[in-house]
Antibody
Framework: QMQLQESGPGLVKPTQSLFLTCSVT?????????WIWIRQSQGKHLEWMGY???????FYNPSLKSPISITRETSKNQFFLQLNSVTTEDTAMYYCAGDNSGYWYFDFWGPGTMVTVSS | AIVLNQSPSSIVASQGEKVTITCRASSSISSNYLHWYQQKPGAFPKLVIY???YRASGIPSRFSGSGSGTSYSFTISRVEAEDVATYYC?????????FGSGTKLEIK
């Protein structure tokens, strides 16, 4: 059974960069699936941030206020999310997820990692 | 971006009662790309209904969905105490993928 687990710094200062890791077990991230990042603000709004395909292609939400980058380390079966110059608006629970449906629904999620942006 | 307007924002229901949540899209969506999630406090959103009307694995038959075009609905036929959660619709029809604002279900 595939499992995902997020990890991150917990607390980041404004203007710093945020780097999150999603570790995948039970399935190779190069064998299939779209690998996705979603965040949920304190107000509970869910925001899809972007994805990486199993072949390494990426697509990002053009509505995001700040640019992001999704990368991977195939030898560790991990993919990553980087946000630069974070603001307090980036305070959220960050989830990684996997989708193989063809219809963009998410049936595999990590438990989430909370990120607080504060000085 | 397609905006999903969910209503109501909250529901208070008695056990055994039927509840219905509506999700209206700002543009037409193929029914294959409209999905519903249940999120309990402290947990990730759990897929309940995919492609408008198909129950995800392990989901009880009291949960159902229907709709087409710009109007979709999610129904719990007989609410149970364990159904207390926030429910979200989500569209995968066009990028960026978007979620509704959520409906919080509480039990009287």
């Amino acid at each position: 059974q595939m499992q995902l687990q997020e990890s991150g710094p917990g607390l980041v200062k404004p203007t710093q960069s945020l780097f999150l890791t999603c570790s995948v077990t039970g399935f190779s991230i190069t064998s299939g699936y779209y690998w996705i990042w979603i965040r949920q603000s304190q107000g509970k709004h869910l925001e899809w941030m972007g994805y990486m395909t199993y072949s390494g292609e990426t697509f990002y939400n053009p509505s995001l206020k700040s640019p992001i980058s999704i990368t991977r380390e195939t030898s560790k079966n991990q993919f990553f999310l980087q946000l630069n110059s974070v603001t307090t608006e980036d305070t959220a629970m960050y989830y990684c997820a996997g989708d193989n449906s063809g219809y963009w629904y998410f049936d595999f999620w990590g438990p989430g990692t909370m990120v607080t942006v504060s000085s | 971006a397609i905006v999903l307007n969910q209503s109501p924002s909250s529901i208070v229901a008695s056990q055994g009662e039927k509840v219905t949540i509506t999700c209206r899209a700002s543009s037409s969506i193929s029914s294959n790309y409209l999905h519903w999630y249940q999120q309990k406090p402290g947990a990730f959103p759990k897929l309940v209904i995919y492609s408008t009307s198909y129950r995800a694995s392990g989901i009880p038959s009291r949960f159902s969905g229907s709709g087409s075009g710009t109007s979709y609905s999610f129904t719990i036929s007989r609410v149970e105490a364990e159904d207390v959660a926030t429910y979200y619709c989500q569209q995968g029809s066009s990028n960026p993928l978007t979620f509704g604002s959520g409906t919080k279900l509480e039990i009287k």
